[in-house]
């Protein structure tokens, strides 16, 4: 692997190209879960890159969401490789906790089940991943960098790096990018959601309240993250 690390004066543009030139085929991929990784999809494509896309299926996603999902596969040509929870894991879940219980408990465990442990399966045969994780998203993220070690899935013997080109935008640049590029765009944003997650744990926020106001909204500011950059956003390398 080429030593050179990111620099704060790359584009998204330059890294997405460092990136795959750094890291053999497939061993690199966009993390798609929302608007900020279509763009990084989108400049990719413009760009020509081969690199690998993968989206969580928790199994309670909006009908928006797949929708969605299909729509940038058809727009761009890409296969999105669909992660699924462990049917007997999530099983056990809903047989003695019910379908709701992070309302009552939070949402740690059910994300666990249906979130963090089919990334951790997947990023253990990655070598890098990249996501659409910005400062101002929320904060708990207000030092995410461009380029990182992963603290929370690396292990002694496999260093995983990921990467955030979007780290330094704003939400306007965003938005900017994906009216002047027509990249789609899931419709629930046209409802008042901005930060779509799974259906029960997302809600649409008002004009003046954070973007993250409506993820996990009966939690405290400080605990929503579900464990997939928890680790990273609070012991930074990069
Ligand atoms: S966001 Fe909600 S429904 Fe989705 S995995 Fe987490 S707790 Fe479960």
Redesign the pocket.
Known sequence: MDPRKASLHDTPQQLLKDVERRFAAHQAAISFSGAEDVVLIDMACHLGLEIDVFSLD?G?LHPETYEYLETVRDRYGVQIELLMPEPDAVAKLVHDKGLFS?YRDG?????S???IEPLRRKLATLDAWITGQRKDQSVTRTDVPIEQEDQAFSTADHRLIKFNPLADWTSQQVWAYIRQHDVPYNKLHDQGFVSI??????RPVGPHEHERAG??WWEEATQKE?GLHAQNVVKMVG
């Open positions: 928790t309670r992070f949402h740690g465990e059910c994300c089940v249906r979130k997650g799974c259906q029960p744990c997302t993820r996990w579900c």
